[in-house]
């Protein structure tokens, strides 16, 4: 059987020999940037996280939720500011080297040298990791064919769309045959096309090569299609994490939304008594109240809820009901909506 990713540099082995079933490993996380105006920024609130080897686990959050500072963090390029973390093994503070030995990394903003051609940026990369002449050749032309580049390797980076981008940047954080992979974003303002495929490269690694995925979205249906655990995490803290479908499963069988105006005070009250209802998040949004109701089965309650709704001088406006997702989940244990804004 040929191994493709196996590259015998001793530096680079896929499994360091004390790695634990946990990969990624973080303990009360903090950190506080200065910031500019004198108020420091609480980036991360004290983060506890658990990645097994293998798995996929997406960071779900909105804008300045702390992702990226906790994906720099476990990649060494940040120091906590209280806290720990080791990932394969190795405490990213104290053995901040061995930590680089054993991961990859894309970065959220592109970051290629457009000057260059695809394949230099990767024999590049190859290089400054050590690896010899054959190694890379090899582990270019395999890499370049899982990200479907190899026709346009000799070509300058300053040629390639958006989505050659980020192939390119995932073939070049894979050159290294990392154990962990660290994706920030990895699908930022890419066409559902090339999301869908840059999907299909994560699973595989995952799959054909049981590499550690840590990534981060915002978008939803990206960690739902993807991870098999998402963690959403809100102004530094890790709110929620699970198996989507089990996350999905906490909210009922169905969730029956209510928009209107009045007061939901009794309301609130009446439904959390209800033996039916498994969960209630109330939204409100210039002036208008959205009260997301999990049940056992929509369309049956639907209309009892509307009375009640009535009953307790909250007045429906729009009721509709759907399969529980991972963006109710969101709702729920945020309080507000995540944003598609890329
Ligand atoms: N170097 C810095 N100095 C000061 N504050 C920072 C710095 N980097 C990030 N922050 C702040 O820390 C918080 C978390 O930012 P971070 O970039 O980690 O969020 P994010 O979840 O990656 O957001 P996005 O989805 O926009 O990428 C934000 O309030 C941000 O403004
Ligand atoms: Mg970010």
Known sequence: MVMPFAINHPDLM???????????????????????????????????LRVGRGEIYALLGPNGAGK???????????????????????????AAAEVRRHIGVTFQEIVLDVDLTGRQVLDFHGRLYGLDRKSRKDRIAELAALVELSDVLGRKVSTYSGGMKRRLELARGLMTAPAVLFLDEPTQGLDPQNRVKIWKYIRQLRDDHGMTLLLTTHYMEEAEALADR????????????????????RLGSDVVT????GTLS?????????KYVSQVTLHTQEGEHRL???????????????????????????????RPSLADVFLAFTGYELRDNS
């Open 68 to 94: 990226t500072t906790l994906i720099s963090i476990l990649t060494t390029l940040l120091l906590p500011t209280r806290g720990r973390a080791t990932v394969a093994g190795f405490d990213v503070v104290t």
């Open 292 to 322: 997301q109701i999990g049940v056992d089965d929509g369309e049956r309650r639907l209309a009892e809820l509307v009375g009640l709704s009535a009953a307790n001088s909250f007045h429906v406006q729009q009721a509709s009901v759907h």
């Open 258 to 261: 209510l928009a209107g105006t």
């Open 266 to 274: 009794a309301l609130e009250k009446h439904l959390s008594e209800l």
């Open 230 to 249: 998402v963690g959403i995490i809100d102004h530094g803290r890790l709110v929620v994490e699970g198996r989507p479908a089990d996350l999905v499963r």
């Open 14 to 48: 896929v499994v360091p020999s004390n790695a634990t079933p946990q990969t990624v490993i973080t303990e009360g996380l903090e950190k506080t940037y200065p910031g500019s105006n004198g108020s420091p920024v609480e980036a991360l609130r004290g983060v506890d």
